[in-house]
């Protein structure tokens, strides 16, 4: 038992047999965590050469349809204020929350104890040789590093290589990610107060992903964007990716929920095979994301429509690849026009499975390589070709593969086929590592380490933050993963932000 508490409880014994009053004990509470439904090279450096507009792509007027509401949203919007109700049950161990993930949708956890660094307690014994933790040495030692990491001073107006020589390890790995908001500051922080600071500060991350439920108004976003960026500055010397999926149709987190131009599913586009209808819709989306204060778009959909089951849908725009690769290469270029990266999704492609990456442990999709590259492949290669900033590759299983891993934790499908075969040298991105695919399958730690391993730039949406940065330093440390292999995706992140005007 602890010593203090044994005081204490004698302490109030003497104090009511002498008459002197009670002593009040407060009850410890936790907050209840709240899982809440949303949507959701090693190589050289990216080419700096300004893209310039094809001469086929010009805006055509008339195309949007203007559209209110959320029409076909199926997403269940978070809570926006902090939960108040205190419980009096055992407390939440809030290292092993549920793994479920509705479909179309990531999870966002409202957890309490997100964005706190988890601290190595001491351990001493006590006079009747049990072991104790040493919290007061804890807190004096924690007090001394806050102290010293308040001494250090990023670098103004440093150069990436510079800026990646002041970095810490811890804060090179944390680049590598892209974060909701909750998982900073434990709940839905809209307004990114002093949580989303002391989130930042403890976890420099390289990007936030924000959706629908953090979106509630355009001046409200345009601040908790503003302010997320300066504690990134702050902290660390560069700003972030401020990231989310805005795709058109029904996954059109920022248009539904402020009002702005909306567009109708992908599908709709392709059967017309308009490209300058595609490149209207980069960068019409394009513009309202910027203006914002939004750098990158998880959009658009690459994958070509081959099984009707594939849970994407509408999302897709047509069957035909080469329909799908010149749509997307002309929404790569209309989004890009704007200052908003692109993404294509979902590397090697998703259209021809049968299963739910959200919602499914495994997801095999039965394809050779050489039917990858007759179909699959070709909207990627056009986009790629066109400069595309980002691929994300998915978490499915392809059979002619061979390897048996989800693709975005598979050398052979993020290195020697995307990055090698197909020539892209930009940023590469996971989907959601809160999808049933991976946080069913592997640890948060685990699975950043094998994406790394595999050639991965950026793991979105880690289960756990602190397992998965924890989990990447280890391997660093005991030389699993090498530092040149997390300073080469550092120095194409950092390169990237220096184009967009973070540091």
Not at 235 to 252: A, K, Q
Not at 312 to 332: C, H, K, T, Y
Not at 449 to 470: C, F, H, R, T, W
Request: hydrophobic fraction near 35%; charge should be negative.
């Amino acid at each position: 038992m602890n010593i203090k508490k044994i005081l204490t409880a004698a302490l109030g014994c003497c104090m009511i047999l002498s008459g002197c009053g009670k002593v009040d004990v407060a009850e410890s509470s936790d907050f209840e965590p709240q899982i809440v439904s949303t949507d959701i090279q090693t190589g050289t450096e990216e080419s700096t050469e300004e893209l310039t507009e094809p001469p086929f792509t010009k805006a055509v007027s008339g195309k949007s349809k203007k559209r209110s509401g959320a029409g076909n949203e199926t997403v269940q919007t978070a809570t926006q204020e902090k939960k108040q109700e205190h419980t009096e049950t055992t407390a939440v161990n809030t290292e092993e929350l549920p793994t479920f993930a509705p479909p179309e949708n990531g999870l966002v956890v409202e957890n309490p104890d997100a964005g706190k660094k988890k601290e190595k307690k001491e351990e001493t014994t006590n006079e009747n040789g049990e072991i104790v933790s040493d919290e007061e040495n804890n807190s004096e030692n924690n007090e001394n590093s806050q102290e010293s990491s308040e001494k250090r001073t990023p670098p103004k107006n440093a150069s990436v290589q510079e800026l990646m020589d002041y970095m810490t390890l811890e804060e090179k790995v944390c680049q590598m990610f892209i974060v909701t908001p909750e998982q900073l500051a434990g709940y839905s922080d809209n307004y990114a107060g002093e949580d989303t600071k002391k989130g930042i500060k403890n976890y420099p991350v390289g990007g936030i992903i924000y959706f629908a439920n953090n979106i509630e108004s355009s001046e409200q976003t345009a601040s908790m964007i503003i302010n997320s960026q300066q504690y990134a500055k702050d902290t660390c010397g560069v700003g972030m990716f401020i990231s989310v999926d805005e795709e058109g149709g029904y996954v059109n987190r920022v248009a539904d929920n402020l009002g702005m131009t909306s567009f109708y599913n992908m599908a709709y586009y392709g059967a017309t095979d308009d490209t300058a209808s595609a490149y209207n819709i980069g960068s019409t989306i394009g513009g309202y994301l910027s203006n914002l204060g939004f750098n990158l778009d998880f959009a658009p959909v690459a994958d070509v429509n081959i099984n009707p089951y594939n849970e994407l849908g509408e999302r897709i725009f047509s069957s035909n690849p080469q329909i799908v690769a010149d749509m997307i290469n002309n929404v790569v270029w209309g989004l890009q026009s704007t200052g908003v990266c692109a993404t294509l999704k979902h590397f090697p492609g998703l259209g021809a499975e049968g299963g739910n990456t959200h919602t499914d442990s495994f997801v095999t999709i039965d394809r050779t390589l050489d039917q990858l590259r007759a179909e699959e492949f070709i909207p990627f290669q056009s986009g790629i070709n066109g400069g595309v900033s980002c691929i994300m590759v998915g978490h499915q299983i392809i059979s002619g593969v061979g390897d048996n891993l989800p693709s975005d934790l598979s050398y052979e499908v993020v290195t020697n086929l995307l990055r090698y075969e197909l020539g892209f040298g930009g940023i590469i991105i996971t989907d959601s590592h809160q999808m049933n695919t991976i946080a069913n399958v592997y640890g948060s730690g685990d699975s950043a380490v094998m994406a790394i391993q595999a050639g991965v730039d950026i793991v979105l949406m880690p289960y756990d933050l602190s397992a998965a940065v924890e989990g990447v330093c280890n391997a660093v440390r005991n030389g699993t993963i090498s530092e040149s292999r997390i300073n080469d995706s550092v120095y194409r992140i950092l390169s990237k932000k220096s184009q967009l005007g973070l540091m």
